[in-house]
């Protein structure tokens, strides 16, 4: 089974500052992990995957991801906050045991970036 | 670029009402997926599809049934909506076995009253 937990329903930041949103996750076989950011009345946009090639992931807009096996972690960060960034972000895990490519979602994560 | 198009951006129907929601890609993806999503829950998995014709429960499929006749459209069915169905459902795609990165549509908003 697999699960995913993000440690913060809510992170606000100044802009031009540093953005950490955290995430831990639970697989019975190699993961593959993802974020996906949702704006204000949009779908769903991939920001970056690791798939078991290289640990520090990177990703549009300026983001980038660390899987951490042993901590069981990966951790969206962003060197410099901008507004365009207010927006809800997902880890979301996916077995790579399951053919079917279920994704499991975290519950999410609600940016605000303030002037 | 892949286009998932979901057929209602917002809907209200009312409860008893038997509701269909439209889900359509355009890049011949073998899986097809009907997500749920509530604030605080995250996304969770209503049902998905692997091929026509062939569906799988999700985590979440009680009150919920699906279609699938052809390859680039799967169907989310409310035989009998209720107001806890009141959520925002969101469609996505994946090519099969191996690549897993999912492709989603905009959302359809329901409201049922």
């Known amino acids: 089974a697999q699960s995913v937990t993000q440690l913060d329903s809510h992170v606000s930041v100044s802009e031009g500052t540093p953005v950490l949103l955290r995430c831990n996750y639970s697989?019975?076989?190699?993961?593959?992990l993802f974020w996906y950011v949702q704006h204000p009345n949009k779908g769903l946009q991939l920001l970056l995957k690791y798939t078991s090639a290289a640990t520090l992931v990177k990703g549009i807009n300026g983001f980038e991801a660390e899987f951490k096996k042993s901590e069981t972690s990966f951790h969206l960060t962003k060197p410099s906050a901008h507004m365009s960034d207010a927006a809800e972000y997902f880890c979301?895990?996916?077995?790579?045991?399951?053919?079917?490519?279920?994704?499991?979602f975290g519950a999410g994560t609600q940016v605000v970036v303030t002037p | 670029d892949v286009k998932v198009t979901q057929s209602s951006r917002y809907l209200v129907k009312r409860t008893g009402e038997k509701v269909f929601l439209e889900c359509v890609q355009d890049m011949d993806h073998e899986n097809m997926f009907w997500y749920r999503q509530d604030p605080g829950l995250g996304l969770r998995l209503i049902y998905f599809?692997?091929?026509?014709?062939?569906?799988e429960k999700g985590d979440i499929p009680e009150g919920y049934s699906v279609s699938r006749e052809k390859k680039e459209r799967f169907s989310l069915i409310l035989e009998s909506a209720s107001t806890n169905q009141t959520s925002m459902y969101l469609c996505a795609s994946s090519i099969g076995q191996g690549t897993i990165e999912a492709f989603f549509g905009q959302g359809t908003r329901l409201t049922v009253v």
């Open positions: 979301v895990v996916s077995d790579l045991g399951d053919s079917w490519g279920k994704l499991q």
């Open positions: 599809s692997y091929d026509v014709k062939m569906k």
């Open positions: 697989s019975s076989y190699s993961p593959s």
